[in-house]
């Protein structure tokens, strides 16, 4: 069930934008535990609703590699090793990772040419890293220190939300 939540309206000042979206959020995933459903509820709203993004979804921790989850954009790369391009490198050092331009980003893992910058968050359960939350943008700049409080507050949002398997 959705709620009766506002969607954002994107010109608004950064951080009341994310509160806007993160009461969006809360009310889109409700009583919800599916990972997989909130996953996709989850990149649809941040795709729908976050300005200049051209991917967003998950990658989750299976058998020691990243492998796509979730996801609104053009299809994506399928497995990232951990430590490898922006999301291995997040979850291997379970933080996020912002790069302003993808260029200047070692070993940076084009998925979509049109990439210039990208935001990755760790999704951490219990403690350990399980996946990442991979917002992509064609503006070089796109993201910062805003954006990544935001969307660490909306990641953890999902992951508490959500009911994660055992291992």
């Known amino acids: 069930m959705i ?3 506002p969607i954002p309206v994107a010109g608004e000042p950064k951080p009341e934008l994310y509160r ?3 009461q969006s959020l809360a009310g889109l995933l409700g009583a919800e535990r ?3 459903a909130n996953a996709a509820n989850t990149a649809a709203l941040l795709f729908m609703t976050l300005p200049a993004l051209n ?7 299976r058998d ?3 492998v796509l989850g979730p996801f609104q954009g053009k299809p994506a790369c399928v497995r990232i090793a951990l430590g490898a391009g922006v999301c291995g490198t997040a979850a291997a050092r379970g933080e996020s990772v912002v790069v302003r331009d993808v260029h200047d980003f070692p070993g940076h893992i084009a998925c979509d040419a049109a990439s210039e ?3 990755v968050v760790p999704l951490i359960v219990d403690g350990r890293v399980r996946g990442v939350l991979d917002l992509d943008s064609p503006a070089a700049g796109r993201f910062d220190d805003d954006d990544r409080r935001g969307v660490e507050a909306l990641a953890a949002c999902f ?7 055992a291992d």
């Not at 991917?55 to 921790?61: D, E």
């Open 159 to 165: 992951v508490a939300a959500s009911a994660w398997p």
């Open 117 to 119: 910058s990208e935001l």
């Open 3 to 5: 709620a009766d939540a």
């Open 64 to 66: 020691g590699e990243l």
């Open 20 to 22: 806007q979206l993160h």
């Open 34 to 36: 599916d990972v997989t």
């Open 55 to 61: 991917w967003a979804g998950f990658y989750f921790l």
